[in-house]
């Protein structure tokens, strides 16, 4: 089945920096977009940043400029540096791969924790 695995989070200081790092297993569908979501404690999920298998890539509005999202398509890992950070951006982080096309292939990760201090 389809695992992903997450590293890198941690607790760092305002304007500090941090890389996440994903790997899946188990993928069979080619044609997919991987990224990243945050989950504050009584928030909603929200969407981080994306990267499809073609390359194309999302930001939310709030980190552009500041997270980098890449992918190696090989593999099936994608990162994400964050620099900059802010104490807002702390949140629960969960990798997610999807059919980018197919609604019904939709795979999480189990989440780490990101903290920024003020």
């Known amino acids: 089945q389809v695992q992903l695995v997450e590293s890198g989070g941690g607790l760092v200081q305002a304007g500090g920096s941090l890389r996440l790092s994903c790997a899946a297993s188990?993928?069979?569908?080619?044609?997919?977009?991987m990224g990243w979501y945050r989950q504050a404690p009584g928030k909603q999920r929200e969407l981080v940043a994306s990267?499809?298998?073609?390359?194309?890539?999302n930001y939310a509005a709030s980190v552009k400029g500041r997270f980098t999202i890449s992918r190696d398509n090989g593999k099936n890992t994608v990162t994400m540096q964050m620099n900059s950070l802010k104490p807002e951006d702390t949140a629960v982080y969960y990798c997610?791969?999807?059919?980018?096309?197919?609604?019904?292939?939709?795979?999480w990760g189990q989440g780490t924790q990101v903290t920024v201090s003020s």
């Open positions: 997610n791969v999807r059919g980018t096309y197919d609604p019904q292939y939709n795979y």
């Open positions: 188990g993928i069979t569908f080619s044609i997919n977009t």
């Open positions: 990267i499809s298998s073609t390359g194309r890539i």
